[in-house]
């Protein structure tokens, strides 16, 4: 099955700094790779995702990137702000019975200080 | 455009006991399906539903089952409950159009077995 990993485990950064978060995953068939944010008491909310045909994407302060030959990809929020504080999750999504079951990262605790 | 809704959000059991969870996905949604979440596991994929069958099954034991009701609401249920078992536990509906879908998560039912 599809096995994702996930670093760092943990990352504080400076109000107004970079934060990238790397993903690796292992089944070449997955083809939609979605981020999401769960904040303290929520589930997870999905912020941005990518699919398998498109090497980057972007919206406002976030952008995925997407190598497939080396099944890496990677979230990058520039202009860190303290409200980006929460866990991230990545996921690789592969098919499986006609519908796409995601695999998640386990997550990265991201602490902006103000 | 309603959410995703979980019921209860929070409940405590003892171990042997049953438990019933419920998802009322996004109007529309006709896909539901079921993580669970643990600090030492991460999230895990329980089960997919559609159209009232099951879809996709996660690596989860026997005690663990689910079903999904001709309006796409759906119910977990989990039997003779052990102190593993506690966890969140998180719906999330997706509109099932062709490709991976974009999963949408309700705020989870926190379980505590004692």
């Known amino acids: 099955g599809e096995n994702v990993e996930q670093h760092p485990s943990t990352l504080s950064v400076q109000e107004g700094d970079s934060a990238v978060i790397k993903c690796t995953y292992s089944?070449?068939?997955?083809?939609?790779f979605p981020w999401y944010k769960q904040e303290l008491g929520k589930g997870p909310q999905l912020i941005i995702d990518?699919?398998?045909?498109?090497g980057e994407k972007k919206d406002q302060r976030i952008a995925v990137t997407l190598n497939k030959t080396a099944k890496h990809f990677s979230l990058h929020i520039t202009e860190t702000q303290p409200e980006d504080s929460a866990v991230y999750f990545c996921?690789?999504?592969?098919?499986?019975?006609?519908?796409?079951?995601?695999?998640f990262g386990r997550g990265t605790s991201l602490i902006v200080h103000p | 455009k309603a959410g995703v809704t979980q019921t209860p959000r929070y409940l405590i059991k003892t171990r042997g006991q049953q438990v019933t969870l419920s998802c009322s996905p996004i109007?529309?949604?006709?896909?539901v399906s079921w993580y669970q979440q643990t600090p030492g596991q991460g999230l895990q994929f329980l089960f997919e539903?559609?159209?009232?069958?099951?879809?996709n099954k996660g690596n989860f034991p026997g005690r663990f089952s689910g079903r999904q009701f001709s309006n796409s609401r759906s119910e977990m249920n989990v039997s003779t409950l052990e102190l593993g078992d506690s966890a969140l536990y998180l719906c999330?509906?997706?509109?099932?159009?062709?490709?991976?879908?974009?999963?949408?998560f309700g705020a989870g039912s926190r379980l505590t077995v004692l």
């Open positions: 999330a509906s997706s509109p099932d159009m062709s490709g991976a879908n974009v999963l949408t």
């Open positions: 089944d070449s068939a997955s083809n939609y």
């Open positions: 990518i699919r398998s045909n498109v």
């Open positions: 996921a690789a999504s592969s098919p499986s019975g006609g519908s796409y079951i995601p695999t």
């Open positions: 109007s529309g949604h006709r896909s």
């Open positions: 539903y559609f159209s009232e069958t099951q879809r």
